[in-house]
């Protein structure tokens, strides 16, 4: 399965930005599918994660609220709503998938990633 994430940009804070991630394959539908965000100097960290049927999300602490996690199956593509942005979320997104998809950052497939950046 390969993965490509896109919908990235440069934005200000308060905007809101939806990112995709591309599946090559319809297998995809029965994994789990997660982002991830990789800041400047920073550790890669969770962002959030959503089930093979969408039925269950969860989210970092910093994404609770401002960010929605879903899936389309039948167009075998993830999204990422980010609403309320701010400066610190300026990151390298990453999407991945897997049987398991852990806060940890333990995937079978990952995307290359997609920039965004929030200016103040």
């Known amino acids: 399965v390969q993965l490509q994430a896109f919908g990235g940009g440069l934005v200000q804070a308060g905007d809101s930005l939806t990112l995709s991630c591309a599946a090559s394959?319809?297998?995809?539908?029965?994994?789990?599918m997660g982002w991830f965000r990789q800041a400047p100097g920073k550790e890669r960290e969770f962002v959030a994660r959503i089930n093979s049927n969408g039925g269950y999300t969860s989210y970092a602490t910093s994404a609770k609220g401002r960010f929605t996690i879903s899936r389309d199956n039948a167009k075998k593509t993830l999204y990422l709503q980010m609403n309320s942005l701010k400066p610190e979320d300026t990151a390298v997104y990453y999407c991945?998938?897997?049987?398991?998809?852990?806060?940890?950052?333990?995937?079978?497939?990952w995307g290359q990633g997609t920039l965004v950046t929030v200016s103040s």
């Open positions: 394959a319809l297998t995809v539908s029965t994994y789990v």
């Open positions: 991945a998938a897997g049987v398991l998809v852990t806060t940890s950052g333990t995937a079978d497939y």
